[in-house]
């Protein structure tokens, strides 16, 4: 037998990590209380009105939904995506400035394979989605991430970067309820950042997973409203209509959408069809809407009682995040404290959740954890925040012994 692994492409043999597959299998655990993977609720997917439609389409005989698509998506979803586009950011792309995507990380992989060649830098937050950092590690980039605090990325350190020399070719950011840590970049830090993007000529890539799930007040602008020039924004449906329909944008300059539907043609060629026109009778109803409003206050429920939980059970010398809106809390432990090593006795214990190192690229985060509150029955989690706290306290005690 030849020995496959000498047999893989050099750019595959780099170390991306287990990363996203240890935590989907996680995910199937049925005897933990577990705050791991970022799922949503599947109390908040679409209910018997899908089948309705769907029989809608199939009696129409609209062949479009059997069909293969054109690859940047199929007319009326596009017409549908962009008019929502416009009216959430305030902004319509244009024809050329719009592609439907088989999710937000296809687009991921679409920037990279159109942007990156080995050795490329590419600046992220630091925690980041790790989905992010495997999909330019892919691709053979230098990953390196900037320091956020409450508002978001730092954009004082970016400009110490930027002046260290060497222009990142993308900066990739999650402005709104950030995976893992739920902070929200401030207003006055979105205007920096595009105008730091402006002035060295690197692409912005903000992905807006979360934007739609702010559980008060106004939504900030996006990036990409305020400087669509140098902007990409790349969103998802995983989160506002269901995951398993795998759809996604991408709406950034003409020029770059129109080489990130060349990269598409020979990855999957198109977004599925079907799901395409799912969505878009489902959207032209209103559903997404109401789907949306019920996700809301079912993720901001979760999100209160993790906090209380938190401030009535954590030891001193733990702090957290207190996220506005999304799936995440992120939590930083005393230092010493290794959250790898918490997570097994933790799930000896019946409680999971993600450590935090694989969120940053270069091994920081070790004191550091994400609970994910967007798919754990609403009385687990004083439970669940019950039986870790005591064990945080003691792997602070034996660190501060060490
Ligand atoms: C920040 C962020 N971007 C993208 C994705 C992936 O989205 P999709 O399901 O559309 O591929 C996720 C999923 O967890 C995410 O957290």
Redesign the pocket.
């Known amino acids: 037998m030849p020995r496959w692994e000498d047999r893989f492409a050099a750019r595959t043999r780099e170390e991306v990590g287990a990363g996203l597959g240890s935590i989907l299998a996680l995910s199937t655990a049925t005897d933990l209380i577990s705050f791991s993977g ?1 799922f949503p609720d599947p109390a908040t997917f679409p209910g018997p009105v899908l089948a309705e439609i769907l029989g809608n389409l199939i009696d129409a005989g609209d062949a479009s939904a059997m069909q293969y698509a054109p690859t940047p998506g199929l007319p009326g979803p596009r017409a549908f995506i962009a008019a929502r586009l416009e009216r959430l950011e305030g902004r319509r792309p244009e024809e050329q400035e719009l592609l439907v995507t088989s ?3 296809e687009a991921l992989e679409l920037l990279s394979k159109t942007f990156l060649d080995p050795g490329d830098l590419v600046l992220v937050e630091g925690p980041t ?1 790790l ?1 992010a950092i495997m999909a330019f590690r892919s691709f053979q980039a230098d990953v390196e991430c900037l320091p956020i605090d409450h508002d978001g990325l730092d954009p004082d350190a970016l400009e110490r970067r930027l002046a260290a020399g060497r222009v990142p070719k993308l900066l990739y950011t ?1 402005p709104d309820h950030q ?1 893992p840590a739920g902070v929200t970049l401030s207003a006055e830090r979105r205007r920096v950042l595009v105008e730091l993007s402006r002035r060295h000529g690197f692409l912005l890539v903000e ?1 807006v ?1 979360y934007r739609e799930l702010g559980f008060a007040g106004a939504r900030l602008p996006s990036l990409w409203s305020l400087a669509p020039d140098t902007v990409v924004q790349i969103g ?1 449906f ?1 989160k506002t209509f269901f ?1 398993g329909v795998r759809l ?1 944008w991408g709406a950034g300059p003409a020029k770059v959408v129109a080489k990130l539907v060349l990269a598409k043609q020979n990855t999957d060629q198109c977004a599925g069809a079907l799901g395409q026109r799912l969505l878009e009778e489902y959207g032209r109803r209103g559903l997404l809407e109401e789907q949306n409003a019920r996700a809301v206050s079912l993720y901001g429920r979760r999100c209160s009682l993790l906090v209380d939980a938190l401030e009535a059970h954590m030891p001193d010398g733990v702090a957290w995040t207190r996220p506005r809106g999304g799936f995440f809390c992120w939590l930083t432990l005393p230092d010493g404290v290794d959250a790898a090593k918490l997570s097994e006795t933790a799930m000896a214990e019946g409680v999971a959740f993600v450590p935090g190192a694989p969120f940053f690229p270069d091994g920081r985060g070790r004191n550091n954890l994400r609970l994910a509150f967007s798919r754990i029955d609403d009385e687990l989690i004083p439970q669940g925040v019950r039986r870790l706290a005591p064990l945080i306290a003691r792997a602070a005690k034996e660190a501060e012994q060490r």
């Open positions: 970022g999710g937000a990380i989605y989905g999650i995976n992905d997973a998802t995983s995951p996604g």
